[in-house]
Structures are given as C-alpha cells and as structure tokens.
C-alpha cells in the first residue's frame, strides 16, 4: 500500500548509527552516534571524501588523519578526550571520540561577550602543552583547536 510506505534516511557509518549533526568544519563533520555493538553514544569524527580525493594533498590529509587517531589513541588523560576507534580507508575515514558534554567557547568570542583577560589565559595555560603532558611527550598536537572545538 502506498500509504505504509517509509524511507529511512538514518545513516550508518562502519559500527555506528548517525544520531545527529554536532558541528562540520573545512574538511569533516562531526557526529553524535551510537555504537551498534556497545550501545554507547559517540562523537564521531568523519573526514569528508573529497578531502582524500585531492590530487595534491589527499596523501598528506590521508597521514595526518591517521596520525591524529594514532597519536590520540594512546594518551590517557582526564584533559584529553579518548579515542575509542579509527578507521581511514582510501577515500574515508573516521575517528570515534568520547562524548564530551558541555558546550563550546563561540559564544565567548563576540566582542560584547568577550571574556576577562584572566579567564582567557586561565584556560590558555590549562590547554598549553608542556613537555610533562602526555600529548607533549607524544608529539602530538590539537589539530582542530577553534572555539568550537
């Protein structure tokens, strides 16, 4: 019957039900999901396929998203959100993160919102790495590091 029919337009992407749309940058989009195996929600960090496809620099993205899940993957921090999985295939790829609650600095960064001197390096110090960290000592740095980040 015409009437009973429905489509289903939910997204999957390797283990994970595409929940909702949580921020899109320059060269991915990330996405609230859940893990069909675990049940637990993720963000989910995918890399759009045109990115890899780019005849001069799909290569270099290629390495650099493979070493940020990598790099990511093996620190332990309560600052640092875990990596859970990655995958990077020749024309995609996906990092799943833990899902971190909260919200995002963007409204800070209007002129008329703006926030003290104080709190701005406050919170510039406690991201800094120093070389006791653990990213420090992996070489490894943010490679998305906006106020909506």
């Known amino acids: 019957m015409a009437g009973d029919f429905t ?5 999957q992407v390797g283990k994970y039900d595409v929940q909702t749309l949580l921020g899109k940058g320059a060269t991915g989009t990330v996405y609230l999901a859940k893990d069909t195996f675990s049940g637990k929600e ?7 396929p045109e990115v890899f496809r780019d005849p001069e620099f799909g290569t270099v993205y ?11 993957g093996k620190l332990r921090h309560p600052h640092i959100v875990a990596i859970l999985d990655a995958v990077v295939e020749a024309d995609s790829g996906y990092i799943a993160m ?10 800070f960064v209007k002129p008329d919102k703006l926030l003290p001197v104080e709190d701005v390096l406050q919170i510039g110090f406690k991201a800094a ?3 006791t960290t653990p990213s420090a000592r992996a070489s490894c740095i943010a490679t998305s590091s906006r106020p909506t980040s």
């Open 129 to 131: 790495a120093r070389s």
């Open 62 to 72: 290629r390495s650099q998203f493979l070493n940020e899940a990598s790099l990511a």
């Open 98 to 107: 833990e899902i971190v609650r909260g919200g995002d600095l963007a409204q």
């Open 7 to 11: 489509l289903d337009l939910s997204l």
């Open 42 to 48: 993720v963000a989910l960090k995918t890399i759009e």
